[in-house]
């Protein structure tokens, strides 16, 4: 047994943590958010030029990690800033879905990409919730290429993005697993529009429409009518990435609200004297390490079989989004109005926590799929 | 032991219930409803509906043109009036400057202020917070130094809700640094037109500048406006706290958040089925409903104990912390409930008539909003640890 990351890991994590540290100021995030592009060009490219993005990659796809531990460790860093950069969308679900079902003309693309290329991942439609396989979008046969019509919902990043990986069914019914496909299409394609917007906890995101789109047979990734493993494969990456980056949240809003405990006086002393909120703060603490095993747990598991690596998805989903909603209640709690204040470094944290909750599933649909891994 | 209301206070009911049919703009109700953001004209029209009708002061005696209505009376109209989606009455004016003046301001006071608090002449604000003394208000430091006629204002207040609002407000300042630190504070109602009041607005969790600093620099006020006795603020200041926690429960505000929260449920996609029927879900939603019903109850049993002239007193910091706890789990389920669309924020959406149209379902934003914005009701009026520690010291007597 062996909880220490690999020296080339320790590396990547120390490197990483330094350059954040140094690079993610408030402003830095508020700027971001306001920009059009709803992302900070400079520390994109920074990470692009550390080999973060390549870091989620394998090396036999040109890059030199991709494994559970890798994701685990960028995004936990990541978290710990506060930085809301397209990694997932770009790293993770659109590129880690062309380096597993492309072709080699597709894959070439993954260079691109790991130099700093911008992609985002647009599955989920209005009425789709959480259900993966809950595609209406179709595409249908013209010619030699492919037509493609509907609508895909809170697609993160897609103002910076150049291209989407977009799910469209190709045969079968609304809730079908069989009959997905994937396509790479352009974001200025004739017959797509988008309406962006800020998310919550930083960033923009849009919803797309398309009508008609026209696309030629290349766009087709992997085949036709089969990605539907690969997109819970895909997820299950995405998951483990959400469930580090929360952590780190948590790591930053602890170190925060610990801080304050100590700083703040009322009645001649500081509040983390109290009792009542040395037990909560202790608790707060317990639960982080709870998240942080079930982080590891899932990262160790992220290239075992389906169903094994699935159990550790919904467990991993679950417990996080639990002790996410404990740790945002009881800082902001435990800061009194301060905690309510948008300028203190708590807001954009807790919000960003919270909204993870909303992501790939929550709590209680984990809870639910959970239960149903373990019957089948 | 009778659960249920008398034939009079029925009656009262269906007479509040056909008030708000006819009398409650439906551009208001909705507003509220819908989560819009409400501006300062909207506070006021609904206040002169009221005030017209003569309901306005509702916890005000009738001599001083209330409504003299018990405490089972009030607690049926704040139910009534928040099921129908009226918008909030601002409560500094009316609950917590208005009862304070009664009992200790001059006549003068009383005869200039109070009706214009009904009128609406004058928006109140609350000025008792500062940025070092919070639930240890006592150690306030705005100072009031006598000068001839006048009492020389030099300090900061913060957390002022709607101060932006406000042309008046009422502080606690320091007259005296002798002896207890309780007994050097004064009560003082401070114009905010004169020359050295500046109010910065703190914009919140959710987006929204609700709450101000206020800073004082030199403010001149006049001695008639001091409340009382010079150094006896404390006393009042305690007298109105008891009255900012009536209808601290908030039940009618958590029945309302319910209804929602099973409307949306009722309306979102989950799998084949609506997120209502998710026996997970449906599980959450029916134990905040039970502690709900109990805590329905346990507020009524407040209420008959106060209209039997019982005064509240740690029964009300009970209230407090299991009614703010309910009301905040309400909120999470309901920022739950919208799913993904929970995520987007576009702030225009929250102003009526804008041209910018909710993303989604027009219920979502405003559930993350105000599941944001509602950690605050734990936290101010006195923070549930401040009651559990009143709780466990007048009650428990640990
Ligand atoms: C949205 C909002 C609106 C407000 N509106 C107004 C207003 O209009 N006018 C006004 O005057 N004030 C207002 N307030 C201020 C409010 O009353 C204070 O925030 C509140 O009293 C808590 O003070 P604090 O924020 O300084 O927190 P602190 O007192 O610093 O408390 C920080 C934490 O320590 C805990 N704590 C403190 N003492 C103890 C103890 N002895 N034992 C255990 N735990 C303890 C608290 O419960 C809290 O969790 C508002 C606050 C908010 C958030």
Redesign the interface.
């Given at each position: 047994m062996n909880f220490t990351l690999t020296e080339e890991r320790q590396m990547l994590q120390d490197g990483l943590r330094r350059y954040l540290r140094d690079t993610v100021t408030p402003d830095l995030l508020e700027d971001a958010t306001e920009s059009a592009s709803g992302h900070s060009e400079t520390l994109w490219q920074g990470l692009a030029e550390m080999g973060v993005i390549g870091a989620l990659f394998s090396e036999e796809d040109g890059g030199f990690g991709g494994a559970g531990f890798d994701i685990a460790l960028t995004f936990e860093e990541m978290g710990r800033a506060g930085a809301f950069e397209p990694l997932l969308e770009t790293g993770i679900l659109a590129g880690g879905l062309i380096a597993a079902l492309g072709s080699d003309e597709q894959k070439a693309r993954i260079e691109a990409i790991i130099g700093g290329d911008i992609l985002t991942y647009a599955h989920?439609e209005?009425?789709?919730?959480?259900?993966l396989s809950?595609v209406t979008t179709r595409a249908a046969k013209s010619g030699e290429g492919w037509t493609l019509t509907g609508l895909k919902?809170?697609v993160p990043h897609a103002p910076a993005a150049t291209h989407a990986v977009v799910s469209a069914r190709t045969s079968g019914a609304v809730?079908d697993r069989d009959g997905l496909s994937l396509f790479l299409v352009p974001l200025d394609v004739t017959g797509l529009s988008a309406?962006d917007?800020?998310?919550?906890?930083g960033g923009r995101?849009a919803?797309l429409s398309l009508v008609d789109v026209d696309l030629p047979a290349d766009a087709l990734i992997g085949p036709e009518g089969g990605a539907f493993d690969a997109i819970e494969t895909a997820h299950a990456r995405a998951t483990c990435a959400v469930c580090a980056e929360a952590l780190g949240l948590m790591e930053s809003i602890r170190a925060l609200t610990t801080e304050y405990l100590q700083t703040r006086?009322?009645?001649?002393q500081p509040i983390g004297k109290?009792q009542?909120?040395q037990h909560r703060m202790a608790d707060v603490l317990i639960e982080i390490e709870q998240a942080r095993s079930a982080v590891i747990n899932l990262a160790g598991h992220l290239e075992a079989d389906r169903t094994i690596r699935e159990r550790h998805v919904s467990a991993a989903k679950n417990l996080i989004g639990r002790v996410g909603?404990l740790v945002v209640?009881e800082s902001?709690?435990m800061h009194?109005?301060i905690?309510?204040?948008?300028?203190y470094a708590l807001?954009h944290l807790?919000?960003r926590l919270?909204?993870i909750?909303?992501?790939f599933g929550?709590a209680?649909y984990h809870?639910?799929r959970f239960i149903r891994l373990a019957a089948a | 032991m009778d659960l249920n209301y008398t034939d009079e206070q029925k009656a009262f009911r269906d007479d509040v219930r056909a008030f708000l049919e006819a009398k409650l703009p439906k551009r208001l109700s909705d507003k509220v409803a819908g989560g819009k953001r409400l501006t300062k004209a909207d506070y006021e029209e609904w206040h002169a509906i009221l005030n017209e009708k003569g309901w306005l002061g509702v916890t005000w005696p009738k001599e001083h043109g209330g409504t003299g209505w018990d405490a089972v009376e009030r607690h049926i109209f704040e139910e009534e009036t928040t099921a129908a989606h009226a918008p909030r009455i601002v409560p500094f004016g009316l609950n917590m400057l208005g009862p304070v003046l009664m009992k200790f301001g001059s006549d003068a006071q009383k005869a200039h202020y109070l009706p214009r608090i009904l009128n609406g002449d004058d928006w109140w604000c609350q000025g008792y917070?500062e940025p070092?003394a919070?639930?240890?208000l006592a150690?306030v430091k705005t100072t009031a130094v006598r000068d001839g006629d006048h009492y020389i204002v030099n300090g900061q207040k913060?957390?002022t809700t709607l101060g932006q609002h406000a042309n008046m407000i009422f502080c606690l300042v320091r007259t005296s640094k002798e002896g207890k630190r309780q007994e050097g504070i004064s009560f003082l109602l401070i114009d905010m037109d004169i020359p050295g009041v500046e109010v910065r607005p703190?914009?919140?969790?959710d987006?929204e500048a609700e709450?101000n600093e206020v800073w004082f620099n030199d403010v001149k006020v006049p001695v008639e406006n001091l409340v009382g006795e010079e150094n006896k603020g404390w006393t009042y200041a305690k007298y109105l706290l008891t009255h900012e926690r009536t209808n601290i429960a908030g039940v009618g505000f958590a029945n309302a958040g319910l209804a929602a929260l099973k409307r949306i449920a009722g309306l979102?996609?989950?799998?084949?089925r609506k997120?209502i029927d998710?026996?997970?879900?449906a599980a959450?939603i029916a134990q905040v409903e039970i502690d709900l019903m109990a805590m329905a109850t346990t507020n009524l049993r407040t209420i008959a104990a106060a209209a039997a002239g019982q005064a509240p007193g740690a029964e009300s910091s009970m209230l407090k912390v299991k009614g703010t706890l309910i009301r905040?789990e309400i909120n999470?389920l309901t920022?739950?409930a919208?799913?993904?669309?929970?995520?987007?924020?576009?702030s225009e959406a929250l102003d009526e008539g804008s041209n910018e149209g909710p993303?989604?379902p027009d219920y979502a934003m405003p559930a993350?909003q105000a599941?944001?914005n509602n950690?605050?009701l734990?936290?101010?009026g006195g923070?549930?640890?401040v009651q559990?520690?009143i709780v466990s010291k007048m009650i428990l007597e640990l």
């Amino acid at each position: 047994m062996n909880f220490t990351l690999t020296e080339e890991r320790q590396m990547l994590q120390d490197g990483l943590r330094r350059y954040l540290r140094d690079t993610v100021t408030p402003d830095l995030l508020e700027d971001a958010t306001e920009s059009a592009s709803g992302h900070s060009e400079t520390l994109w490219q920074g990470l692009a030029e550390m080999g973060v993005i390549g870091a989620l990659f394998s090396e036999e796809d040109g890059g030199f990690g991709g494994a559970g531990f890798d994701i685990a460790l960028t995004f936990e860093e990541m978290g710990r800033a506060g930085a809301f950069e397209p990694l997932l969308e770009t790293g993770i679900l659109a590129g880690g879905l062309i380096a597993a079902l492309g072709s080699d003309e597709q894959k070439a693309r993954i260079e691109a990409i790991i130099g700093g290329d911008i992609l985002t991942y647009a599955h989920a439609e209005p009425g789709s919730r959480y259900d993966l396989s809950r595609v209406t979008t179709r595409a249908a046969k013209s010619g030699e290429g492919w037509t493609l019509t509907g609508l895909k919902s809170v697609v993160p990043h897609a103002p910076a993005a150049t291209h989407a990986v977009v799910s469209a069914r190709t045969s079968g019914a609304v809730a079908d697993r069989d009959g997905l496909s994937l396509f790479l299409v352009p974001l200025d394609v004739t017959g797509l529009s988008a309406r962006d917007y800020t998310v919550n906890g930083g960033g923009r995101a849009a919803e797309l429409s398309l009508v008609d789109v026209d696309l030629p047979a290349d766009a087709l990734i992997g085949p036709e009518g089969g990605a539907f493993d690969a997109i819970e494969t895909a997820h299950a990456r995405a998951t483990c990435a959400v469930c580090a980056e929360a952590l780190g949240l948590m790591e930053s809003i602890r170190a925060l609200t610990t801080e304050y405990l100590q700083t703040r006086k009322q009645f001649g002393q500081p509040i983390g004297k109290f009792q009542a909120l040395q037990h909560r703060m202790a608790d707060v603490l317990i639960e982080i390490e709870q998240a942080r095993s079930a982080v590891i747990n899932l990262a160790g598991h992220l290239e075992a079989d389906r169903t094994i690596r699935e159990r550790h998805v919904s467990a991993a989903k679950n417990l996080i989004g639990r002790v996410g909603k404990l740790v945002v209640e009881e800082s902001i709690q435990m800061h009194g109005g301060i905690g309510m204040t948008r300028e203190y470094a708590l807001a954009h944290l807790a919000k960003r926590l919270m909204m993870i909750d909303h992501r790939f599933g929550d709590a209680d649909y984990h809870l639910e799929r959970f239960i149903r891994l373990a019957a089948a | 032991m009778d659960l249920n209301y008398t034939d009079e206070q029925k009656a009262f009911r269906d007479d509040v219930r056909a008030f708000l049919e006819a009398k409650l703009p439906k551009r208001l109700s909705d507003k509220v409803a819908g989560g819009k953001r409400l501006t300062k004209a909207d506070y006021e029209e609904w206040h002169a509906i009221l005030n017209e009708k003569g309901w306005l002061g509702v916890t005000w005696p009738k001599e001083h043109g209330g409504t003299g209505w018990d405490a089972v009376e009030r607690h049926i109209f704040e139910e009534e009036t928040t099921a129908a989606h009226a918008p909030r009455i601002v409560p500094f004016g009316l609950n917590m400057l208005g009862p304070v003046l009664m009992k200790f301001g001059s006549d003068a006071q009383k005869a200039h202020y109070l009706p214009r608090i009904l009128n609406g002449d004058d928006w109140w604000c609350q000025g008792y917070s500062e940025p070092g003394a919070g639930s240890d208000l006592a150690s306030v430091k705005t100072t009031a130094v006598r000068d001839g006629d006048h009492y020389i204002v030099n300090g900061q207040k913060t957390w002022t809700t709607l101060g932006q609002h406000a042309n008046m407000i009422f502080c606690l300042v320091r007259t005296s640094k002798e002896g207890k630190r309780q007994e050097g504070i004064s009560f003082l109602l401070i114009d905010m037109d004169i020359p050295g009041v500046e109010v910065r607005p703190i914009v919140l969790l959710d987006g929204e500048a609700e709450v101000n600093e206020v800073w004082f620099n030199d403010v001149k006020v006049p001695v008639e406006n001091l409340v009382g006795e010079e150094n006896k603020g404390w006393t009042y200041a305690k007298y109105l706290l008891t009255h900012e926690r009536t209808n601290i429960a908030g039940v009618g505000f958590a029945n309302a958040g319910l209804a929602a929260l099973k409307r949306i449920a009722g309306l979102e996609n989950d799998g084949d089925r609506k997120l209502i029927d998710n026996p997970f879900f449906a599980a959450k939603i029916a134990q905040v409903e039970i502690d709900l019903m109990a805590m329905a109850t346990t507020n009524l049993r407040t209420i008959a104990a106060a209209a039997a002239g019982q005064a509240p007193g740690a029964e009300s910091s009970m209230l407090k912390v299991k009614g703010t706890l309910i009301r905040q789990e309400i909120n999470a389920l309901t920022r739950q409930a919208a799913g993904p669309y929970a995520m987007p924020f576009v702030s225009e959406a929250l102003d009526e008539g804008s041209n910018e149209g909710p993303v989604g379902p027009d219920y979502a934003m405003p559930a993350t909003q105000a599941y944001f914005n509602n950690r605050k009701l734990s936290i101010y009026g006195g923070s549930n640890e401040v009651q559990r520690q009143i709780v466990s010291k007048m009650i428990l007597e640990l």
